[in-house]
């Protein structure tokens, strides 16, 4: 089981910029492919959008609506951040972390998910 906690969501000016952390604790959380997901307000979490996933060897996968503003990284084996630049409003949603990828990148399911984290774009 893989435990996972984010933070650094909050508000922001559009064209402005925001960190997201996500603390992941449990078994081999090293080896684990993990992710971004976004949901926007009430759609439920079964809706929610692929944002950003990284392999265990580094490999990063972006959605098509934050390419080139959004980067994934490691910061080390039980952190993982995500970097969002140039915010638009529509990027506004709960950010949640996943982790233990099933399936592959082109069609990712994510066994563990965190609470998530509110991101408010104003315009």
């Known amino acids: 089981q893989v435990q996972l906690a984010e933070s650094g969501g909050g508000l922001a000016q559009a064209g402005g910029s925001l960190r997201l952390s996500c603390a992941a604790s449990?078994?081999?959380?090293?080896?684990?492919?993990m992710g971004w997901y976004r949901e926007a307000r009430g759609r439920g979490r079964d809706a929610a959008e692929f944002?950003?996933?990284?392999?265990?060897?580094?490999?990063t996968y972006y959605g098509n609506s934050v390419k080139g503003r959004f980067t994934i990284s490691r910061d080390n084996a039980n952190t993982l951040s995500l970097q969002m630049n140039a915010l638009k409003p529509e990027d506004t949603a709960l950010y949640y972390c996943?982790?233990?990828?099933?399936?592959?990148?082109?069609?990712?399911?994510?066994?563990?998910w965190g609470q998530g984290t509110q991101v408010t774009v104003s315009s």
């Open positions: 449990g078994r081999n959380v090293g080896t684990l492919d």
């Open positions: 944002v950003a996933g990284i392999s265990w060897s580094g490999r």
């Open positions: 996943t982790a233990d990828m099933h399936g592959s990148w082109t069609s990712p399911h994510f066994a563990s």
